[in-house]
């Protein structure tokens, strides 16, 4: 008892204690409030239509756009389409080429082709493949009832004008009956063609593993480099100090990426760009991870921590790694632009599943500003705060 009493007394038991509490609370509302009415907003999903064929194509178009929940945009090049594809700015492309209306005509099987964009949240590629598969299905009842009724209509118009002896009437319209029943009631093929896709697996949660493993690591970091500057600002001006943390994140930013280069080497997870393009995003993300994390930290204090989890769990829900953002209400949308794991996700998309380098370069710019803004407002905030050791020199010369 005497043992549980002395920890009573200690303020960090408590702090502690509330940590867990503030978990719990602060991702229980953040992963309800962002992921509540998801499915309402299907209708921000975008997929792109190229139709080569002017007759049933032309049907398909019309029936793929009233059925779908999707925004559906159309194009004339497969080329422009893919592009967006890969910039993530549509999720399906649905191409039906010229030869389809006269593969039906023929008795011939006729394909439509789906592109599926691989580097993507988990929800949005099943959204797609399962959208593929219930057009392909709706596509094929509608042409079996078409070509089922083109041929009754033509035997209805053509027989009675025909001089069949009455005895074989009744066997001739068993016989096409038959020939009816027997037509192919899945004469449509769905092509799904997956782009920039990977054979393995796990590959699929590298981008999530990421933002989770660098800014957790970021967090504690700061938290007990936090710790660390009480102790130090007994001897060290307030500029110091600060100076000195830079030079830490800065060293250890530099350093991280080499093991994140290496662990994905072991586990053979290739990457799209080269060595030293990921060495240099990796060292911006994790160099903005800490200084994001750092920010609350100085303006706060010990407090800052509260913040952290909040970030923490925040840009978990809004990066699109597990539900792509446009799914999610606007607020969640707006605030995502400001977190560094929004482009840390969509720049490990490219370098682990592969499309446009243009993206990755994007991502960097934007991380870069990141840095560039957190840096500016813990400068100002230590600017602001007076040097709490009045006395360095005099505890210097007695050291």
Not at 388 to 396: E, F, I, P, W
């Amino acid at each position: 008892m005497k043992g549980l009493n002395t920890l009573l007394k200690i303020r960090e038991t408590y702090l502690g204690i509330a940590a867990a509490i503030l978990f719990q609370l602060i991702f229980f509302i953040v992963w309800m409030t962002a992921y509540d009415g998801v499915n309402d907003r299907l209708g921000n999903l975008k997929i792109g239509l190229i139709n080569h064929d002017m007759v049933i194509g032309e049907e398909i178009v019309r029936e793929v756009q009233q059925k779908l929940p999707f925004q559906a945009d159309m194009y004339t090049s497969i080329e422009q389409a893919k592009a967006d594809l890969d910039e993530r700015m549509i999720e399906m492309v649905i191409e039906i080429p010229s030869s389809f209306t006269e593969s039906i005509q023929l008795g011939q099987n006729a394909n439509i082709v789906y592109w599926i964009n691989q580097a993507n949240a988990s929800l949005t590629k099943t959204l797609m493949e399962n959208s593929a598969v219930q057009i392909n299905d709706s596509v094929n009842r509608s042409l079996y009832a078409y070509q089922k009724n083109e041929v009754i209509s033509q035997f209805t118009k053509e027989v009675p004008q025909l001089p069949i002896p009455a005895e074989l009437a009744q066997p001739l319209g068993e016989s096409i009956t038959s020939m009816v029943n027997s037509l192919n009631d899945n004469p449509i093929n769905a092509e799904i063609q997956k782009t920039n896709a990977v054979d393995k697996f796990a590959a699929n949660l590298v981008p999530l593993m990421i933002i989770i493993s660098s800014f957790v690591g970021a967090m504690v970091m700061i938290m007990q480099h936090q710790e660390a500057a009480h102790t130090a600002k007994k001897v060290l001006s307030k500029w110091e100090l600060f100076v000195s943390r830079q030079l830490i994140n800065m060293s250890v930013a530099l350093l991280l990426p080499i093991l994140t280069m290496l662990l994905m080497n072991i586990f053979h997870i290739s990457s799209h760009v080269s060595w030293l393009t990921l060495y240099i995003f990796q060292s911006l993300l994790f160099f903005s991870f800490l200084l994001f994390a750092q920010v609350f930290v100085l303006v706060f204090g010990n407090l800052g921590m509260i913040f952290n989890i909040l970030a923490l769990s925040l840009q978990l829900v809004t990066s699109g790694v597990l539900v792509p953002k446009t799914m999610l209400s606007d607020w969640y949308i707006n605030v995502a632009s400001f977190l560094p794991a929004t482009y840390g996700a969509d720049g490990y998309y490219t370098i682990v599943f592969g499309g446009s380098k243009t993206g990755i370069l994007n991502n960097i710019y934007s991380l870069c500003i990141v840095i560039a803004i957190t840096l500016i407002i813990s400068t100002v905030t230590v600017a602001l705060k007076r040097n709490q050791n009045k006395d360095v020199m005099t505890d210097v010369s007695a050291i």
